[in-house]
């Protein structure tokens, strides 16, 4: 398992996604704290954000395989339309990008998700503190950084494990949109596992990757928890 | 006296009980079905089958020619599942009478059927010879599968080519169209492939090296030598062939980029020249094509020059064997007879879409399909078998994937030259591990 390469690429691929989900975190609570505000309508935008998370992850997946596709596809035509002809790429097939753009999609479907929770957890801060630190003068940022923050920590834990175990086990946007090629340029390790399972018919070693991928979710989970406790949340 | 009575009557039960399943002629029945008699049990995982089955009364049809002979059809779930429970029957000495096989099936269970060459169905079979195995053959392949080359024959007439003949032909006439089509429309394809989905490329990277010689038998063959992929052998000629015609540019400018769902449908819209896909694939064309009047087939040209007999792959399916463990192979064999029979095959035929494999029943090809067969009258069918259980175990140690492989040759920097040494390095340590010799 060690000496395969393929599987390595596998695994580096898994780290995009992680990495990409894992910067995109503090904006979906930003967006989280904005839809918490009064803001005009905030009931349909929180309706709009989460609908992609309950839409089958096989549609919107054979979905965005079309809106990429390099002939008659839409993000093409539409960068066209905007006169942006020079961006235009083999989103699909383009061993440099093709896991961005599957990241992409990977983000725009878990996203809503991860708002969602953030809103819930936001909803439930007490009240009184809040009112305690606008009389005192808090600002905006302030009232983010030292009220809202602290108060929702379980949640800020919670999906940050999530994405962990999501990024590891994504397998359904790269199985249906590139399976996993070029070559293995895409695949990712659930999806490598699968196929050594049922393909080369090679159990033992496929359950042996499937404690293996456990065993690095719980490695990545407990470093980045003390990483995030010790030096980003010191303070608190 | 009593007791005298009694063990003379219990003798007599065990003696029946001893001869009452034979299969001789001597056995006294009555009716028109040469007296055989008693029950088989005929194993089968196909739905379809079973459908026309229940449908159409097998049992009482039979017994129409056999009175005294019961079938009992075993529907196992799916194909895996019938596998595993042959397997583990076969070493129970409990395997059913009569079992269908796969083609890469037959080496498997090889001991364990018998030779069926000397009934009519055999003679009559147009493809069961092609799969015997050291001389017998071992089973009566119910249906045959072909592989075309569609094209459009108005798009041939415009660019000025002509259905080719030959692989440099090939190469020629892909060329040209891409030439004359892709001036106009960037998008197009001279040929289609749905390469994002790795499988679409099977017709040149599974057939191709059993096409270059003729060598039906070429993945069983590389599963007894430690360097299959070395330069001179079948495969290694059938892939570099393939890769010159991959990245000559005749694929249009991303096919790594498109599913078989959206190259068959721009193939429809005329957005594509040729595409090459199954039997199965006309009716996809059809189901998102406009018009089919200017569709045309040919077969895959893989002969280098007109020289070589002009080979096509044909693929047997559901071989029909009678197994050694049968109590009852006389009557096994008449059910085999029976089967593929005017009683029998030409109503199931009928019923299913594939093509027939019997001489005597011949079913007639759709007539896009079969100007493939007029533009090629003296073509050399090569019986395909897909790898027995030598190349399998081999090909699953060492990942061989030849699908993945043939999208791989459409990737920047891809050498196949060292992927095809770096597969025979592990195929020699794949065979050391696995003992095959």
């Known amino acids: 398992m060690f000496q395969n390469k393929d599987l390595w690429r596998s695994l580096g691929n898994n780290a995009i996604y992680f990495c990409v989900h894992l910067l995109m975190i503090p904006v979906e609570l930003a967006f989280a704290v904005l839809l918490n ?24 997946s054979y979905a965005f395989s079309y809106f990429f596709s390099p002939i008659n596809g839409a993000f093409n035509n539409l960068l066209e339309l905007l006169k942006l002809e020079m961006l235009k ?3 699909l097939s383009d061993e440099n990008i093709v896991n961005f753009v599957l990241a992409f999609v990977s983000l725009w479907r878990f996203s809503g998700y991860h708002i969602v929770l953030f809103t819930a957890a936001l909803q439930s801060v007490n009240h009184d503190i809040i009112e305690a630190a606008t009389l005192d003068g808090a600002n905006a940022w302030q009232m983010f950084r030292y009220i809202q923050t602290p108060s929702i920590m379980l949640m800020v834990d919670f999906i940050l494990f999530d994405n962990i175990r999501g990024a590891m086990q994504v397998f359904d946007i790269p199985f249906v949109m590139t399976n996993g090629g070029p070559g293995y340029a895409s695949s990712t390790f659930t999806l490598y596992t699968i196929k050594t399972a049922f393909t080369f018919s090679n159990f033992g070693l496929a359950s042996a990757m499937a404690v293996a991928i456990m065993a690095i979710i719980i490695l990545i989970y407990v470093v980045q928890n003390k990483i995030i406790h010790k030096f980003i949340l010191k303070g608190d | 006296m009593k007791k005298k009575i009694l063990c003379s009557l219990l003798a007599a039960a065990m003696l029946c009980g001893l001869t009452g399943c034979n299969g001789g002629s001597g056995s006294g029945e009555s009716g028109n079905g040469d007296g055989l008699s008693c029950k088989l049990v005929f194993a089968i ?6 459908e026309y089955i229940e449908a159409n009364d097998m049992e009482g049809k039979f017994k129409e020619k056999y009175p005294n002979a019961e079938i009992e059809v075993e529907k196992i779930k799916d194909d895996s599942e019938y596998w595993n429970s042959m397997k583990m029957r076969a070493s129970a000495n409990q395997l059913p009478d009569v079992m269908f096989n796969k083609p890469f099936t037959l080496s498997r269970f090889q001991e364990y059927l018998l030779d069926l060459s000397d009934t009519e169905a055999c003679k009559n079979n147009t493809l069961a010879e092609g799969y015997a195995i050291n001389g017998k053959v071992l089973g009566i392949p119910q249906t045959a599968g072909y592989e075309y080359v569609y094209y459009w024959k108005d798009m041939f007439t415009e660019a000025g080519v002509e259905v080719p003949d030959t692989w440099e032909e090939l190469k020629a006439v892909s060329k040209k169209l891409q030439e004359h089509f892709g001036a106009n429309d960037p998008d197009f394809m001279a040929i289609a492939l749905g390469a994002k989905d790795e499988w679409p490329d099977y017709p040149y990277m599974e057939f191709m090296p059993a096409l270059v010689n003729g060598n039906g038998q070429n993945w069983n063959n590389m599963a007894k030598t430690d360097t299959p992929f070395a330069g001179g052998s079948d495969i290694n000629t059938a892939y570099h062939r393939v890769y010159d015609l991959f990245t000559s540019g005749v694929l249009g400018k991303d096919p790594l980029g498109l599913g078989n769902d959206q190259a068959t449908n721009l193939f429809a819209q005329k957005k594509a020249a040729i595409i090459a896909l199954g039997d199965w694939g006309l009716q996809n064309i059809q189901n998102a094509a406009d018009s089919t009047d200017q569709l045309g087939t040919f077969y895959l040209p893989v002969r280098e020059t007109e020289s070589e007999p002009f080979r096509y792959v044909v693929q047997g399916d559901s071989f029909m064997g009678v197994t050694t463990h049968s109590k009852n192979p006389e009557l096994a064999k008449a059910f085999v007879e029976w089967y593929y029979s005017d009683a029998w095959y030409p109503g199931y035929l009928s019923y299913i879409s594939s093509a027939s494999s019997m001489s005597n029943f011949p079913k007639d090809k759709d007539p896009i399909l079969a100007e ?3 533009l090629q009258p003296d073509g050399v069918p090569v019986m395909y078998d897909g790898g027995g259980d030598d190349f399998t175990a081999v090909q699953n140690e060492t990942a061989f994937d030849y699908k993945k492989l043939g999208a791989q040759m459409l990737t920047d920097n891809f050498d196949l030259d060292a992927a095809l040494a770096e597969l025979d390095t592990k195929w020699t340590a794949a065979r050391a591990k696995l003992d095959i010799k």
């Open chain 1, 89 to 91: 790429q083999n989103w």
């Open chain 1, 37 to 60: 505000s009064k803001l005009r309508a905030a009931k349909f935008y929180k309706t709009m954000v989460f609908m992609p998370y309950i839409i089958n992850g096989v549609a919107i």
């Open chain 2, 372 to 374: 493939a067969d007029k």
């Open chain 2, 45 to 50: 995982w196909d739905n379809n089958l079973m």
